[in-house]
């Protein structure tokens, strides 16, 4: 594949476990550097980097901000970020 513009990735990595997940988007990072990335993830890890997220609640866009902002502006952001971190939705979390 030719290197695209724009990419876009629809729950691309909704099947790996979340160091697999991390390896991941810190590839994407380091190897597609100015390149346009569109990512559609439930994990929050998965776009935590990301320059912006848009948050979606019920069908409706509820934030578009950086992971720090959402998270001190966004409850339901906020709320979806504990769960994720304590592990109540992401049981193959390798711990480092």
């Known amino acids: 594949m030719r290197r695209p513009k724009i990419l ?3 729950d691309s990595t909704s099947a790996c476990d979340t160091e697999t997940d991390r ?3 810190q ?3 380091q190897q597609l550097p100015g390149m346009t990335k569109i990512i ?3 994990r929050i890890s998965t776009v935590q980097h990301c320059d912006r997220i848009l948050v ?3 069908g409706h866009v509820t934030g578009f901000d950086t992971h720090e902002h959402l998270l001190a502006e966004n409850q339901f952001y906020r709320e979806v970020n504990e769960l994720q971190s ?3 939705g992401d049981f193959d979390k390798v711990e480092s």
């Open 40 to 42: 559609i993830a439930q």
């Open 56 to 58: 979606m609640e019920g």
């Open 23 to 25: 390896k991941i988007q």
């Open 86 to 88: 304590m592990g109540t």
């Open 27 to 29: 590839a994407f990072r």
């Open 8 to 10: 876009i990735l629809d």
